[in-house]
């Protein structure tokens, strides 16, 4: 094992055991009413769920809304429905005592009949993409009342990213990546400029195949073939739909570009890969070791 | 007997007849009314929501009843009545079972308003006082639906004369030119907005607030006065516009106050409640069967047809699956859909001779 990976161990076992020690210090604060951390939070958004779960608050989470998938746990708690289409009737109906929102959650109408109600709303920085981040990590500390506990997650998070552009910044081949976030019967939807996925090919030492398109957009048969990509990058739940990653490969407009040719595709679980949050790190330095194989043994967190 | 008070004494049992189903709808109208303020998913005592209507609760209760459930009663009132007045008016006028808002193209054009604000509109939007923004994506809808029947109607009336078909074919025409245009916007817009126009084209209550609910409901209003005062120049137009002229109707006059209020009526309530598929459709058949053909009792009747069909749908999505909320156009057309087979199949049967 790695030095990073030895001391990326340790760190979170302290953080494990720092998080249960906060756990029963919130308990006496209990009883006094004034003043004491939420008890009943509805979480909404992703990347705040997550890192609310990651900062031991997970128990007191009552709801979440439909982008909050991770960890696993957020199965268990209430949905409220998607981020931008929420019922302030049914959030009330969880009985929250904070409402923690990311900026463009909405309706506004909801948003004024929730305040209307007279329940606390925390609302998160604006701002997407991974230097949203550490932010937000910050602004679910002090809203959660767990302010150092976040304190030691952003440093985390920052080390982490620091480590993997240090052992990325040696390597000067940068593969054409071509991602499809949906592979059906008519043209697949690829990712141009200005996405998600733009963005963590770039982190990872890749090049995005698809120039001149923004956002996601049909991608023609020809145009695939112009795009001329070495590396084919699928979300899990796109390889598991279009049955299979090598089903994909074999396409006819897919199999005669080198890609196809050379049979590289990488299949990455598809929250972890484009939602920036915690796991970011974990994406880039996977993605990393997939589209630089000779370099894979010096990657790692 | 003379003949005069036999054919005063006819319509009076007729009106009778025809009172008590309206009646019905009405009571079935209030207690729908009443129940979207008692059931929602959160559950209140009557004692809270008493408390709450005297302004007496805590501001949670007093906020659900008086800020959540309250206004969305209110559009919902103002929409089912709206949509299916324009319902009763666009099918009288243009003799066509089949028409509805979304026909002449009133739905499709107020679609078009409203996502190119969803798509384009963030640069019109930063320019505007914060508290205009909310209004700029009702406003649009509202214009594009007015639009619309304004262009529809200009084109179909050649010569001084209105034609029905070519309207139909218009409207037609139009809804397939606003489907691209909004097709083109989905393919430029980002995740978020497709989200965002998704839902808002399956159409929802929740967006209800008494400003937005007040402006629309006084919009259907006027628009419902204007329609109602249609009764008997529809009830002519049955005869055919030939004799309905001859009657006395000033029947380029009837087609484009039945346009000029539906339009009004479905635009208003488009523009803050979405596309509400079916209501327009289902409501006036629902009041023609049950009160006959005459136009004075179909139109109060499907308004408040139109009015239980709404809220009865909103209760259903508010209480489905709490805390979510899915969107109204999918109750609707859920009940709207095998209501109107379950019609067809009736007509079907009825106009086929018994062997």
Redesign the interface.
């Known amino acids: 094992m790695s030095r990073v990976g030895r001391r990326f161990l340790l760190a979170g076992t302290l953080a494990t055991a720092g998080l249960s020690l906060t756990g029963l210090r919130v308990l006496p604060a209990l009883a006094d009413q004034s003043g004491s951390p939420a008890q009943r939070i509805v979480s909404v958004g992703g990347t705040l769920t997550e890192i609310a779960f990651a900062l031991g608050a997970g128990d007191r989470i009552v ?1 979440a809304d ?1 982008t909050s998938s991770w960890p696993p746990e957020v199965e268990d708690v ?5 981020m ?2 929420l ?8 009985k929250p005592d904070l409402i923690m929102l990311d900026d ?1 959650a909405g ?4 948003i ?2 929730l305040r ?4 606390r709303l925390a609302i998160a920085p604006e701002g997407t993409g991974l230097g949203s981040v550490v932010p937000k990590i910050r602004f679910v500390g002090e809203t959660l009342g767990q302010a150092s506990e976040a304190e030691a997650l952003a440093s985390r998070f920052e080390e982490q990213m620091d480590v993997l552009q240090s052992q990325l910044e040696a390597i000067d081949a940068r593969p054409r990546v071509l991602l499809l976030i949906s592979v059906g019967r008519g043209a697949p939807l690829a990712a141009g400029s ?1 996405t998600a996925a733009e963005a963590i090919i770039d982190l990872a030492r890749g090049r995005n195949a698809i120039v001149g398109l923004t ?3 049909p991608l023609s048969a020809e145009a695939a073939v112009a795009a001329a990509p070495d590396v084919l990058l699928l979300p899990q739940h796109v390889a598991e739909s279009a049955g299979g990653a090598d089903a994909v490969l074999q396409r006819p407009d897919l199999a005669i570009t080198p890609a196809g040719r050379n049979g590289r595709v990488v299949v990455m679980d598809s929250l972890k890969l484009l939602g920036f949050g915690l796991r970011t790190p974990e994406a880039v330095a996977e993605l990393a070791r997939a589209l630089h194989p000779e370099h894979a043994a010096g990657i790692a967190l | 007997m003379t003949m005069a008070t036999a054919a005063s004494v006819a319509p009076r049992n007729g009106m009778l007849r025809a009172g008590l189903p309206i009646v019905a709808f009405a009571v079935l109208a209030i207690g729908f009314a009443l129940a979207g303020l008692a059931f ?4 209140l005592e009557l004692t809270q929501i008493l408390a709450a209507l005297s302004g007496e609760a ?3 209760t ?3 009843v008086t ?3 309250a206004p969305r009663i209110l559009l919902g009132v103002a929409v089912g009545a709206g949509l299916a007045l324009s319902g009763v008016a666009l099918q009288g006028i243009l003799r066509n079972p089949l028409a509805d808002p979304g026909l002449i193209g009133v739905t499709g054009g107020a679609a078009l308003g409203a996502v190119l604000v969803i798509v384009l509109g963030a640069a019109v939007l930063s320019s505007l006082p914060e508290g205009l923004r ?1 209004y700029l994506l009702p406003f649009a809808a509202f214009c594009g639906a007015l639009a619309v029947t304004a262009f529809i109607f200009g084109f179909a009336r050649q010569s001084g004369t209105t034609s029905v078909t070519t309207l139909i074919l218009a409207g037609v025409a139009v809804n397939a030119i606003s489907g691209a245009a909004i097709g083109a916007l989905v ?6 907005q497709l ?2 126009l998704t ?1 808002w084209s399956m159409g ?1 209550l ?4 008494w400003t ?1 609910g007040f402006i629309a409901t006084l919009c259907i209003l006027f628009a419902g006065a204007g329609l109602l005062q249609m009764a008997r120049a529809l009830d002519l137009f049955q005869l055919g516009e030939r004799a309905a002229y001859h009657s006395g109707v000033d029947v380029e006059r009837a087609k484009l106050k039945a346009a000029g209020w539906s339009a009004l009526a479905v635009g208003a309530g488009t523009a803050v409640a979405g596309p509400i598929g079916f209501i327009g459709l289902v409501a006036p058949h629902l009041a023609r069967l049950s009160v006959g053909p005459s136009h004075k009792l179909v139109a109060p009747a499907a308004a408040l047809i139109g009015v239980a069909l709404v809220l009865a749908a909103d209760l259903a999505v ?1 209480t489905a699956v ?4 899915p969107p109204i156009g999918l109750a609707t057309s859920l009940i709207g859909g095998p209501f109107f087979l379950w019609l067809l199949l009736r007509y079907l049967r009825r106009s086929t001779p018994h062997a």
């Open positions: 709801g439909t209430e949905k409220v429905g998607y931008r289409r019922s302030a009737e049914g959030v009330l109906s969880l463009d309706p506004a109408t909801a004024d009949q209307a109600a007279g329940v200005d956002g996601y957009k | 929602g998913p959160v559950r805590d501001p949670s007093q906020a659900i800020q959540i459930r909310p393919y430029i817009s980002d995740d978020q989200r965002d839902f929802g929740g967006q209800a607030n937005s508010r709490p805390p979510a909320e």
